[in-house]
């Protein structure tokens, strides 16, 4: 009767359940299991079975190493994938500050102890990327222990940064907040399509010194050899810290192990530091507790290249320090590296290490390219006309103009002939039959002081949603009889993109390709 209504329960939640259910078990079920919305068992004492969701088998292999890791905490370790996961929003402080953004979050934030922009809210009740102030670049949604990285980094404004692994762009756009309009940001995918999806996101945060790039790492050293002051490796990696939070991982797991990812580990981090310049900081992380691609892969870095130091990171009462044992030579400095695990802290699993390479020096970056002088003669009319209604300096100087499209670049670039990219600067707009169409990226690139022209409505206003959907819209009551041309679209203050005003109403201009989607 008992094994009965277990395997009526099983099959109540899905048919393919009933099977790992013997009629011979005796399992404690209650009858009134079957009334209950979630039906929670373990199963050969690894398999979960739990809100409709089966969580793969932990291959043996992970079980062995985890134990000897974690010894006594093992079990510990073991339970946590029997909690809930964590859902973490990150501020765009170059848009709005901490503050601020408090007094306008529509949903409850626990603050994110180690993350100063960094904030829990309920992912069960509440989606941040289905509001008006996502769509502004008010926040990236992220989960916590992955805001870390680009945390550590100290980037300051005016540095030069590199992201090697960035799609699809969760630390890039951190980096580019803390760079503030200033420096250049270079973000790389050798994917091109997961390198799209970073041009967006970096957009949407407003971010506009930037070059995205698509390449092997390898091939950019030729180009930026010694170039950049801070770069960060976020690596591919075998994910074993992500087994909690995504069930997927496990098989990619036992596709492609440690021993795999390591050789590609060791092969981008010896590239980067091709890359820094001599003083510069390297942050190296993964989201995996493998040693072969943390501790490791920082002592293979240290003995290819012994200018390079462990910096002491900013701590945390959760992280644990990194295992000197586990590495092949036991090189104590490994203990300035950081690992995050799932039982500790309110997050999933990572390591960290900050390095930096030889003494820190103030003239190294002098030394290097000089960049390229853009342009000497005059803009076009249409462009001049345009600008006139910008309420910030621009230097015709580093205005690029390649075919219709008009780009603001970063400061001393280098020459990029040879490189894939999909996004050297910003992207102002394009030059269309004697007229200039300004883009959604030059929209959010903007402060509402910044322009002219500005339609700005509160986000309890339908016209917001209309909008984000392309809708045109009667803005009668904001705008005066007989004005026309190109107005900027804001919620609360903060820009969304540009429409085009004719009468009293607005040709919306949103991107189609980030229009809201109805659930």
Known sequence: ????????????????????????????????????????????????????????????????KMKDLLGTEYEEYVRCFDEPRHYGLRVNTAKISVENFLKIAPWPLEPVPWIRNGFYYDGEKY????????????????????????????????????????????????LGAKLNGTGVLAANDLSSSRAKGLLKNLELFGIGNVLILSEEPGKLVTYFKGYFDKIL??????GEGMFRKDRKMIRAWEEHGPDYFSKIQRS??????????????????????????NEQTIEYLLQEYPQFEICQMEGYEGFAEGMPEMSLTGDQRLKRTVRIFPHKMKGEGHFLALLQKGARTDHARAELHQGQILRAGKLPPELEEFLVSVRREIDPARIDIRGDKVYYMPENVPPLKGIRFLRTGLLLGELKKKRFEPSQAFAMNLKKEEYEYIIDLSVSDERIIKYLKGE????????????????????????????????????????????WQSL
Not at 495 to 507: I, R
């Open 1 to 64: 009767m008992i094994a009965q209504c277990a395997i009526q329960i099983a099959l109540a939640v899905s048919p393919r359940f009933a099977g790992l259910i013997p009629e011979a078990t005796a399992w404690k079920v209650n009858a009134a299991s079957a009334a209950l919305p979630f039906l929670r068992m373990w199963y050969n004492d690894r398999t979960l079975l739990y809100g409709g969701q089966m969580m793969n088998q932990l291959p043996a292999a992970f079980e062995d």
């Open 127 to 174: 989606q941040p990327a289905k509001h008006p102030y996502y769509f502004a670049g008010l926040y990236y949604v992220q989960e916590p222990s992955a805001m870390t990285p680009a945390d550590r980094l100290p980037v300051e404004p005016g540095d030069r940064v590199l992201d090697v692994c960035a799609a699809p762009g969760g630390k890039a756009t951190e």
């Open 233 to 238: 490796i976020d690596a591919p990696c075998s």
């Open 268 to 293: 981008i981090i010896t590239q980067a530091a091709e890359m820094l310049r001599e003083g510069g900081m390297l942050l190296y992380s993964t989201c995996t507790f493998s040693p072969e691609e």
């Open 472 to 515: 045109t819209l009667d803005v009668e009551d904001v705008t005066l009889p007989k004005e026309k041309g190109w107005y900027l679209v804001c919620v609360e203050g903060y820009p969304l993109g540009f429409g085009k005003l004719s009468g009293q109403t607005l040709k919306n201009k949103y991107l189609p390709g980030w229009r």
